[in-house]
């Protein structure tokens, strides 16, 4: 196994950049928005209020927003860009007027405590600066019941393919990170190209 190699951090600072990424991404994310609509389901979620946690080009919480008409999503990216992006693709979906996206940093959530009903994230944990404490974060935003969804690459020997997947953590060291924070109830699923931490019930 390789040893993990952390990209350097960077954020998207053009919007040319992020609709280009974006081309890529309206292929293989609405794939994962129904691999976190199943979890959804099988919580019996459909109210109350989302965040995407890293929302990059806010496809996450557009593709889920369609499947749970009666939540509301709040998406959160550091890329200033990228919230551009995400605003102009939400201005052509159905599901306008329930998603909303805001530039803020992970370490340091705008949001009051007790929140949100649901934490969701795709592919962003191998891109944090200190995992523990956006972890910490998370608890503080989730309300009492909430549930949390984050998914990302597992680092593999598919490292060769892509810096990204150097950059990310085996399920080991994922564990190492939630038990340093003040993240509960949580567990790791982890699978050949993905692991996954989210609440244990």
């Known amino acids: 196994m390789r040893s993990r190699q952390p990209l350097e951090h960077t954020v998207f600072e053009d919007v040319e950049s992020v609709r280009r990424y974006a081309q890529g991404l309206n292929y293989w994310m609405p794939r994962i928005a129904r691999s976190f609509a199943d979890t959804m389901k099988g919580w019996e979620m459909s109210r109350g209020k989302a965040l995407d946690l890293g929302s990059g080009t806010g496809i996450l919480a557009l593709e889920l927003a369609k499947d749970f008409p009666e939540l509301e999503f709040v998406g959160l990216d550091l890329s200033e860009a990228a919230v551009m992006v995400a605003r102009e693709q939400a201005a052509g979906s159905a599901a306008a007027d329930r998603v909303s996206f805001e530039r803020g940093d992970a370490e340091d959530m705008p949001f009051d405590a007790g929140s949100f009903d649901l934490v969701v994230s795709s592919n962003t944990l191998h891109l944090l600066k200190n995992p523990s404490t956006v972890f910490d974060e998370v608890q503080r935003v989730l309300s009492p019941a909430g549930r949390f969804i984050i998914s990302d690459f597992k680092r593999s020997w598919w490292a060769s ?17 939630l038990r340093e924070s003040r993240l509960q109830n949580w567990k790791v699923n982890a699978g050949l190209l993905w692991l996954t931490v989210l609440s244990n019930s």
């Open 161 to 177: 393919l892509t810096p990204h997947i150097r950059a990310a953590y085996s399920p080991e060291e994922v564990e190492g990170l």
